[in-house]
């Protein structure tokens, strides 16, 4: 028997400002099917990529990375929102690449050895790349020359870590110290992140900042990298 709130929404339409906000609470829930239709209308009438990505996408996953803080969402919810974003991401990257719009700034970014968690991982990475940084995700399990690796072939701004394992978690100090000892450390921004870490482990490990959620770490990464560049 179909759902009794069938008073589906027409979402051709609402109005840009409407439809945008709408877009929000797609996101939120997680339809993907929706959030593909409202990036193609807004596209359409004539919304540039990037004020789709910020006004539409950005912001509607800023209220789902709130709510996944405060407790009101969790992990599952998240992710469905997360894949929800990555297809209007999809539509919305090869304009954005068009209309040479230009990323911040380059991530690497990967769970640190010895930890097979992705979740935060992944939901950082699609958060950030919303925020308009160009990720190169590593994936698991990722050792010291890998990260090293990658950040010689990439040149990336920022490098991030993390782990959900408190026995995983000192393994970020393995690769802050070899990028010291190489004299590398200062020519980049270091986040980490995870479930166990938090801001004394942070600094412990030479990071430049700890980030406890994938709002926050967007968000720090984009001031962050502001402020190297002395736009802040």
């Not at 239709?37 to 919304?47: K, N, P, S, V, Y």
């Not at 209220?63 to 992990?75: E, K, S």
């Not at 690769?175 to 190489?182: A, N, Q, S, Y």
């Not at 980490?192 to 980030?211: H, I, K, Q, S, T």
Request: with cysteine; net charge negative; charged share 30%.
């Amino acid at each position: 028997m179909p759902d009794e709130h069938d008073d589906d929404i027409v979402l051709s339409a609402l109005g840009d400002d409407e439809l945008a906000l709408q877009m929000h609470d797609d996101l939120y829930d997680g339809l993907k099917d929706e959030i593909a239709e409202g990036t193609q209308i807004l596209l359409a009438r004539g919304w540039g990529p990037e004020q789709v990505l910020e006004d539409a996408l950005v912001q509607g996953m800023r209220i789902v990375g709130q709510d996944f803080r405060d407790g009101i969402l969790f992990v599952p919810e998240v992710l469905l929102a997360a894949n929800a974003m990555k297809v209007g991401m999809e539509i919305l990257r090869p304009l954005l690449a068009e209309v040479g719009a230009e990323p911040i700034g380059k991530v690497v970014i990967g769970t640190v050895k010895g930890d097979i968690h992705d979740i935060g991982k992944n939901l950082v990475a699609i958060m950030l790349e919303g925020a308009g940084f160009e990720v190169i995700d590593l994936g698991i399990n990722t050792d010291v020359d890998e990260y090293l690796a990658a950040l010689e072939e990439h040149r990336p701004v920022i490098l991030g870590m993390s782990a959900l394992l408190t026995t995983t978690m000192p393994y970020m100090k393995v690769v802050v110290d070899e990028m010291v000892k190489r004299r590398i450390r200062d020519d980049y921004i270091v986040l980490v992140g995870g479930a166990p870490l938090n801001e004394e482990f942070g600094e412990a490990v030479g990071a430049d900042a700890y980030c406890r959620d994938a709002a926050v770490a967007a968000d720090t990464a984009s001031t962050l990298v502001k402020k190297r560049r002395g736009e802040l």
